[in-house]
């Protein structure tokens, strides 16, 4: 079969790594002798195992967690990025906790272009960083790619010039490309699915009612609504431009 679809030499086989001996040590000791000695595979993928809360995941104890499933509730780029915290080759641990680091270390790299007009053009002109590519080329060493993000992060925020500023954001959002990160608009993310406590419209207004009374020095009633908010999971952010807002949860 491999051979009538692929060819005689495949690219790439992947699998667990439990499946490297005898498995497929057995395929490609059959391929090489069915083909003169050719090579089956040029390279060799072997995954590490995946535990959930430090217990081997797996169909017969029924904790085995599908994707499609876990999207209707976490957002797609989480789940993403906790994956690719580890190298594919080396074991990783899935839990709640995984979780929201991911989701903490993705508002920290989609706060760092918050606020940095990126046109679409720019966008795809822009080329990654060229530590990422280089971390992807070394056996998708994903870990490593993910640091250089946000050292780049780390940089853009230290950055005062406006023309430096765009050309990092620039070039951080192509790296997010290369992996799968930052596809959506950078508030979108910051705002979450509307379907919280909150609607971002309600959100709007009560920031406008806080606004009225710091602008009045009613202190005590910009406090209340800080609280109100920060009880719905709604994080408030005051900077030089104004204040934004962002979903804790």
Known sequence: MAKKHLGRTID???????????????????????????????YWLHNGFLSLNNTKMSKSLGNVLLVHNMVKT????????????????????????SLAAARRMLDRLYGAVRGIEITKEERAQAEPAAAVVAAIEDDLNTPKALA?????????????????????????LASGDLVGLMQK??????????????????????????????????????DAIRDQLAASGITIEDGSGGSRWRRSG
């Open 148 to 172: 250089e993000m946000f050292n780049l992060a780390r940089v853009l925020n230290k950055t005062t010039a406006d023309d430096e500023r765009s050309r990092l954001a620039a070039e951080l």
């Open 12 to 42: 790439i086989h992947a699998g667990g790594q439990d499946l490297v001996f005898p498995h497929h040590e057995n395929e490609l000791a059959q391929s090489r002798c069915a083909h003169d000695g050719e090579p089956f595979a040029r």
């Open 74 to 97: 976490i957002p797609g780029e989480v789940i993403r990025l906790a994956l690719l915290n580890a190298h594919y080759r080396q074991p990783l641990d899935w839990s709640d906790d």
């Open 185 to 222: 608009d950078v508030e979108e993310w910051f705002s979450g699915d509307d379907d919280g406590e909150l609607s971002a419209d309600d959100i709007g207004k009560l920031l406008q009612q806080r606004e009225t009374a710091r602008a009045g020095r009613d202190f005590a009633a910009a």
